[in-house]
């Protein structure tokens, strides 16, 4: 069950050519959406991410890192900063070191592991962005938001570096809303203050 006394958790999915995508969203985002922000991307195993502090450059909002045990609080934003599986639970982050399996199928689906505990703690209170990447990461995340009535964003694909990622989310047809990365932190915020 979702806690309902915290922040709404808007979990953002990003890729290949994500970080001018991730700058244009939190750029426009207001200060005071009451809203946590969680950041998953894809990593090479032991490297860390620099994606915090770019981000901090263009929003007034404190960047964290998602660590495990985190409680995370409204109008903040959480980057994943190196790679392992980031789910939550009752407005909790928990954050383990990811393994490769030897002899090849590549990384595990980081934004549809973070996106599908996302839709089982929050129900109807999950918000998913897809923004630009390749393959199809997310599909299967946002598609538990989207049955429990969240809402469910995807970057519009002739504006992302890398199209696949959000095309794939808006072919599954579990999408409501598909925007430029700039115009979408006024979408969301004008969908929270709505019924569904």
Do not use: K
């Amino acid at each position: 069950m979702p806690e309902s006394g915290g922040p709404r958790i808007v979990g953002i999915g990003a890729s290949a050519g994500g970080l001018p995508a991730l700058q244009a969203f939190f750029a426009q985002l207001p200060a005071d959406t009451d809203c946590a922000y969680v950041v998953v991307q894809h990593m090479g195993p032991d490297r860390e991410s620099l994606l915090g502090p770019l981000l901090q450059q263009v929003t007034a909002l404190p960047v964290y890192g998602a660590e495990d045990g985190v409680v995370m609080l409204a109008n903040a934003v959480y980057v994943m900063s190196s790679d392992g599986a980031l789910t939550v639970e009752r407005g909790c982050l928990h954050f383990r070191s990811s393994h490769w399996v030897p002899g090849g199928r590549g990384p595990h689906l980081t934004i549809d592991d973070f996106l599908t505990s996302l839709a089982q703690d929050q129900g109807d209170r999950a918000v998913g962005v897809i923004l630009s990447g390749m393959g199809s990461d997310g599909v299967q995340g946002l598609t538990p938001i989207h049955s429990r009535g969240g809402r469910c964003r995807a970057q519009q694909p002739d504006t992302a570096a890398f199209a696949s990622m959000p095309q794939s989310a808006i072919d599954a047809d579990c999408v409501d809303v598909v925007a430029a990365p700039q115009d979408m932190p006024e979408r969301i915020v004008q969908s929270l203050q709505s019924p569904v």
